[in-house]
């Protein structure tokens, strides 16, 4: 088991027990965290984190950068942006989505609206409650 | 003019009332905003221990420095100015005392042929520098009394911008440090660049020897490139959560004692009130006597009691406060006994009144005198028992 901690600058956001713990690292592709990883210290992607509890239930956020350090028996994530499910406002991703396509559409280089999209569809796609593709 | 000094006096005595409200609520809501200032700076403090915990284990993984943010200027020409203090005013010295230490800070760099760039947070700062014709380059304002991590990160923007770009060498941040609720001190500390890793880690209160050796992923260097940011906008942050809760504290202090000066105030321009009334009787007193005098040298008798008695009336009516209950009511005059035209007698301990056909109406003290029955009971009281005999 697992003490699982998100915090973000202004608070613990969540703590909670997870047998295990889906992230998505910078370059690194997913990473599963179970007892007894090494010690760990990773830059997360703009993707989920997935909290899986021992019931079999999980609870997901939208990690939209940060870290995650594991050591021993507790996963940190630290992060100045993330989301639960129900924090997420669906309308205001899907606007944000359809936005970032608009300009991906006339120029499918731009780095800004690019990014606009990937956090907009790691919103939608939390939101929905649909698990990451792990 | 008879009256007018005590006028006047009250005048003054309202408008140091009004004012006392005003200090007092302010107190008060200042009061509860230092609790809560307090509490979200508690809220921020287990983020930064992590980045300070990450930043522990990167120094022990051997991360290499070579940051931007990392890296000593060889010759320091310019000096960024981070200074932090309120909006709004009324918050006794937190204003001026950041204020005045950046401005030492800076002339004391400008002797020495260093220029400078400012970052002014607060509406006070902002101001206090652009009258004095300082170069403000950057100005925040409107969120000092309650700071959000949004705040911290543009902020850390412009600065880690102004940094990496070369338009400045060095930064120094100066704040208010909230040491406790009594003891808040302005601080200024060197922010950029920042000291190696080590060093940030034993600043934190951790040691830069950790017994696991992590494993870091993309690379220890890639990790702290991307924590290095987060973490002046962390340090920012704490430092605009210790100011806010600094303002509130310094206000709620300001506010008590000009509160309790009001009431000194008060105490005393009451005092001189009463002097003022107290002469003002005196005077008219004399003027009666004096005017009792003339007339007995030609007068006849008559003439002079009848002046004394309605003489007597009207300086006790000016001398005592309008009657406690309201019109038709009175207060007892000095030697206990009733005004004019006065005769229901009223005990407001048991409020009962008498009528001089009341079985206790001689052995009754009045605290407050009636014209009528009627006036007695619109003012609550009620009759006493009227039989001689009912309860002896």
């Known amino acids: 088991m697992f003490d699982v901690q998100v915090v973000s600058p202004e608070s613990v956001s969540y703590t909670g027990e997870a047998e295990m713990v889906i992230a998505r690292t910078v370059d690194g592709g997913d990473i599963a965290f179970q007892t007894g990883h090494v010690p760990f210290i990773g830059t997360l992607a703009v993707w989920s984190v997935d909290v899986v509890k021992a019931e079999g239930d999980r609870d997901t956020f939208a990690v939209h950068r940060g870290f995650v350090q594991v050591s021993g028996t507790s996963v940190t994530i630290l992060s100045d942006v993330s989301e639960v499910a129900d924090e997420i406002d669906v309308a205001r991703a899907q606007a944000a989505k359809e936005r970032a396509e608009a300009v991906l559409s006339a120029d499918a280089e731009d780095e800004g609206a690019l990014a606009d999209l990937g956090r907009a569809e790691l919103r939608l796609r939390v939101a929905a409650g649909e698990p990451a593709s792990h | ?392």
């Open chain 2, 1 to 392: 003019m008879p009256g007018g000094k005590e006028r006047e006096l009250k005048r003054r005595i309202s408008s140091v009332q009004s004012t006392k409200k005003i200090t007092r609520a302010m107190e008060l809501i200042a009061a509860t905003r230092v609790v809560k200032a307090m509490q979200r700076a508690d809220a921020s403090r287990p983020y930064a221990r992590q980045i300070t915990s990450v930043i522990e284990n990167l120094a022990a993984g051997g991360a290499s420095v070579d940051h931007p943010l990392l890296r000593e200027a060889d010759e320091v020409k310019k000096v960024g100015f981070i200074v932090m203090a309120g909006d709004r005013g009324l918050a006794g010295a937190y204003n001026s005392n950041p204020i005045r230490a950046a401005e030492r800070q800076l002339m004391s760099y400008q002797t020495e042929g260093v220029d400078y760039s400012l970052f002014c947070v607060g509406k006070k700062p902002t101001a206090y520098f652009k009258f004095r014709n300082y170069r403000v380059d950057h100005a925040y304002e409107g969120f000092t009394a309650d700071p959000t991590y949004e705040h911290a990160r543009r902020i850390a923007d412009d600065v880690a911008d102004a940094f990496i770009s070369g338009e400045v060498d060095a930064v120094e941040l100066i704040y208010t440090e909230f040491v406790s609720m009594g003891t808040q001190r302005v601080s200024v500390r060197s922010f950029l660049p920042l000291e190696s890793t080590a060093v940030m880690a034993e600043a934190g209160g951790g040691s830069a020897e950790v017994a696991d050796s992590f494993e870091f992923e993309p690379s220890p260097e890639a990790v702290l490139e991307s924590l290095l940011p987060r973490y002046i906008e962390a340090r920012l942050f704490g430092a605009l959560l210790d100011g806010a809760a600094s303002e509130h504290a310094n206000r709620q202090r300001a506010m008590k004692s000009a509160t309790d000066n009001a009431e000194d105030l008060i105490t005393s321009l009451s005092r001189e009130m009463n002097a003022a009334r107290q002469a003002s009787i005196t005077t008219e007193i004399m003027e009666i006597v004096s005017g009792a005098e003339a007339l007995g040298s030609g007068g006849n008798k008559e003439d002079i009691a009848a002046l004394i008695s309605e003489v007597v009336v009207a300086t006790s009516t000016a001398v005592l406060d309008p009657g406690p209950f309201g019109e038709g009511s009175h207060a007892p005059l000095p030697d206990g006994s009733a005004p004019a035209g006065f005769t229901i007698k009223g005990n407001q301990d048991s409020m009962l009144y008498h009528r001089p056909d009341s079985r206790s109406y001689a052995v009754t003290g009045a605290e407050v005198w009636f014209d009528t029955p009627e006036r007695a009971e619109a003012a609550g009281f009620t009759l006493a028992n009227t039989h001689p005999n009912a309860d002896s």
